[in-house]
């Protein structure tokens, strides 16, 4: 039970995320949405709109490997048709980590022209990824970019001291 | 929840920034750019309620439709007005011949190059109806089932960006213009809900006696639904500092 104002305005933006994640899966027609965003250099697992999807988010910066990391790095959409089958076409070291999920869309998230993150889209049958979707999943990731923008307003007037950090090279 | 509450507070402080007038409109523009690209349509817009109840333009990506919500906003009818009082997706495959909006048939009519078929659904915060995002086109136009179903996921983007400036204590204008119309669309739906209980109305019939009692009184609706409860008016928004 959040406690003070700083408690409650954080809780109030964990539900905004987990909904934000929700809708985005529904707009992309798809089984689930995932989050790795980078910050002081470092890719962190925000989440996902369920459990499977939280855990590959986890298992791609555990590892250290996935299409989330292939996409930040070159800054493109990486589509997976299945994680099962061989690389480029899968990411076989996910296997063991990524249960019900098969095909794995990766967008990168920019905020202003940096490399802020990836939101990963997860459907639970192996297929490969269409233009339109490509298109889609562009476009909902500057929706992500734009709310979380708006999600780190700080009415304090605080800014960060530093540039943002990006996708380490 | 299925978030890393340490993993974000980290990334959001990497993004930490005053908040500015402009980031809300910026954001909701974005989900409506994103709906105009990616259905099969010539424009799209957005609407909101007003402290009164009563729809008015925020946003389009043509002039066409802004002339076209602002048609709406003035006569008080149309699509995107259905689907705001209703709750509920409103199509329309030409509205010159379709006989629910009149008078915003006429006002169109007037126009050669207007729009002519619309699809509107409905945005909430919190369950209740505050706006309409549409999509339109300037042929008449049958609306299919992706665009039936596909429209009210970007709408609940729409929530999803309002909320997230209201959770963050955005301070924009509009934040609070519609956290204040938020306010004060669950008085007057709380006014449908006692003239649906004591008049045997419907919700829409009960909406539309509230707006006329108010029309013909030249009182805003939200008065009337204060009155009709017994109960006081939300205070009104103070203007914040420009920044």
């Given amino acids: ?169 | 929840m299925h978030l890393d509450p340490e993993a974000l507070d980290a990334s959001l402080r990497m993004l930490s920034h005053p908040p500015r007038e402009a980031d809300l409109q910026r954001a909701l523009a974005k989900v409506v750019t994103a709906v105009h690209r990616l259905f099969d349509c010539d424009g799209a817009g957005l609407m909101f309620t007003d402290g009164n109840g009563a729809l008015r333009y925020v946003t389009a990506t043509d002039e066409t439709g802004r002339r076209l919500e602002v048609a709406q906003a003035e006569l008080g009818e149309g699509p995107c007005v259905d689907a705001y009082v209703h709750g509920r997706v409103t199509a329309c495959p030409d509205l010159l011949s379709d006989q629910r909006w009149p008078g915003l048939a006429a006002t169109l009519a007037r126009d050669p190059n207007g729009v002519r078929g619309v699809v509107g659904a409905p945005v909430r915060l919190t369950g209740t109806p505050v706006g309409c995002l549409n999509l339109h086109s300037h042929r008449p136009r049958n609306w299919d089932e992706a665009d039936l179903h596909g429209l009210p996921a970007y709408a609940d983007l729409i929530e999803e960006t309002i909320s997230a400036a209201l959770a963050a204590e955005h301070t924009s204008t509009l934040a609070r213009q519609l956290e204040y119309a938020l306010r004060n669309r669950v008085m007057i739906e709380r006014a449908i809900g006692f003239l649906m209980a004591d008049r045997g109305l419907d919700s829409a019939e009960a909406f539309d006696q509230l707006r006329n009692r108010a029309r013909s009184s030249r009182r805003r609706t939200i008065h009337v639904a204060a009155e009709l409860l017994g109960e006081e008016l939300p205070t009104e928004p103070e203007r914040p500092p420009v920044n």
Wanted: net charge neutral; aromatic share 4%.
């Fill in chain 1, 1 to 169: 039970m959040p406690r003070n104002s700083t408690e409650c305005r954080r809780a109030s933006i964990m539900d905004v995320l987990a909904s934000t994640l929700a809708s985005t899966a529904a707009a992309a027609d798809v089984g689930g949405s995932g989050l790795i965003l980078v910050s002081d250099g470092k890719p962190r697992a925000i989440g996902g709109s369920d459990a499977a999807c939280r855990a590959l988010a986890h298992a791609q910066v555990t590892i250290g490997s996935g299409p989330a990391f292939r996409c930040m790095v070159s800054g493109c959409p990486v589509g997976i048709e299945d994680l099962l089958t061989g690389y480029p076409h899968g990411h076989p070291e996910l296997a063991p980590y990524s249960g019900s999920v098969r095909a794995v869309l990766s967008v990168p998230i920019r905020v202003g022209r940096v490399v802020t993150g990836a939101l990963d889209l997860y459907d639970r049958t192996a297929h490969d990824w269409p233009s339109r979707q490509l298109a889609v999943g562009r476009e909902l990731a500057q929706v992500i970019a734009a709310i979380l923008y708006l999600l780190a307003s700080d009415p304090q007037g605080r800014s960060v001291s530093s540039p943002l950090s990006g996708v380490p090279q």
